[in-house]
Every structure is written in C-alpha cells, then in structure tokens.
Antibody
Framework: EVQVVDSGGGLVQPGGSLRLSCAAS????????MSWVRQAPGKGLEWVGR??????????GYAGPVKGRFTISRDDSKNMVYLQMNSLRIEDTAIYYC??????????????WGQGTLVTVSS | QVVVSQEPSLTVSPGGAVTLTCGFN?????????PFWFQQRPGQAPTTLIY???KRHSWTPARFSGSLLGGKAALTLSGAQPEDEAEYYC?????????FGTGTKVTVL
C-alpha cells in the first residue's frame, strides 16, 4: 500500500525559514519523481515544484513564485523528500501537500497525496 | 501567463449527469497535456480520479469518466451520488510544470 506522510509545518515570521518533510512507502521510491503542491486558505491547488530521480541527477523544477527561495531535495536511503523554504512571505501561507509524481515502475503520477501540513507565515 | 479555466460551479440532480471542462488560455488541450482530475472534499487532501485524460484508478467509481471535448479536457459524472458533492480540480502538464485549474464546485441537489 502506497503511503505518503508530510510533516514539519508551523508558524513562521516573514523572512524566516522552514523545512517540510515527506515520508513515502509502498513503492520503489528511488524510481519516482516527487512533487509538492500547496493550497492557500480558501483557494485552489498550486504546483510548487518537483524533484526527479537520483539516476536523473535529482533535477528540480519550481513554480515561478517560489523559484530561488524554495529547494526540494531527497534521501533515497530514507525514502524521504524535503522542501526547504527560505525568505518566506505572507502569501506562502498554505497547506503543503507532498505527492507522488511519475515513475518508471509504478502508476503513481500525481496519484498519492500526503495529508498536508499547514504553513502559516505571520508576524 | 498560463491559465487553466474551469466552471466555477455546477449543480446536478441525484442520479443525473454533469460534465466539467478544463481549458487552456493558450489553445486546445490535447492528450499531450496529460489531463488529470482530482476530487477534494472540505478539509481533506485531494483524491486523484482520472489520469492521462481518461484512465481511472482502482478506487475511482465507474460513474466518473474523462475525455477530450471541443479542445478541452472533460470530466463526466453519470449517476451522481450525494457523496460526489465536492470541489473538482484538473491539472495539465505545460512546459515541464503542472498547472492546476481554478476548480469547480459541484453541488448534488
């Protein structure tokens, strides 16, 4: 059974930093890209970014509003993916979801979502 | 700026049918945009219903179907149930990113 569990949210001041974590299981993690998606209060879904596999050089891609401030990384030995968020702004306040992305060995693209972790940026 | 548009709200009668659409402001949606459809109930994480235009997951009820219709991606709900009342989002692949639609609130009434 595929499971995705995200964590690490909390209250942070504008300009501060926070690192979110995502633990995945039930599939061959090293074969899978992973993405982060966020949802501001009362708003729609917004793709944040993704990381490819180690074989593909752990290439990352980001949405415009977070490029240069957010960094996604992974640790295949722990089946973990991380979202490092720096220079946080009030408009980054959202529930952040970790979600499985494309894989060469499983049909999991955008199919398994974490429960979400709330990040609140406020003074 | 790429915008993916959906109907803001739709109402369907119990047992009835409704079609939601998902369109690009840049042109027609094709299978190469790999349309996805998600359902989100209040306070819950999204659930993926449809991937790659028309493929259902094992957990997706058969009353949901995906297609391309008139240059847009479409999600058709046939035989609506009370539990189908939710927000529905599409997503399209574009230039290496995923772009989510604006969402459709479906009311079963």
């Amino acid at each position: 059974e595929v499971q995705v569990v995200d964590s690490g949210g909390g209250l942070v001041q504008p300009g501060g930093s926070l690192r979110l974590s995502c633990a995945a299981s039930g599939f061959t993690f090293s074969d899978a890209w992973m993405s982060w998606v966020r949802q501001a209060p009362g708003k729609g879904l917004e793709w944040v970014g993704r990381i490819t596999t180690t074989t593909e050089s752990e290439t990352t891609g980001y949405a415009g509003p977070v490029k240069g401030r957010f960094t996604i990384s992974r640790d295949d030995s722990k089946n973990m993916v991380y979202l490092q968020m720096n220079s946080l702004r009030i408009e980054d306040t959202a529930i952040y979801y970790c979600v499985t992305d494309r894989s060469t060995t499983a049909t999991i693209k955008l199919s398994y979502w974490g429960q979400g972790t709330l990040v609140t940026v406020s003074s | 700026q790429v915008v993916v548009s959906q109907e803001p709200s739709l109402t369907v009668s119990p047992g009835g049918a409704v079609t939601l659409t998902c369109g690009f402001n840049t042109g027609a949606v094709t299978s190469g945009h790999y349309p996805f459809w998600f359902q989100q109930r209040p306070g819950q994480a999204p659930t993926t219903l449809i991937y790659d235009t028309s493929k259902r997951h094992s957990w997706t009820p058969a009353r949901f179907s995906g297609s391309l219709l008139g240059g847009k991606a479409a999600l058709t709900l046939s035989g609506a149930q009370p539990e189908d009342e939710a927000e529905y989002y599409c997503s399209l692949s574009y230039s290496g990113a995923y772009v989510f639609g604006t969402g459709t609130k479906v009311t079963v009434l």
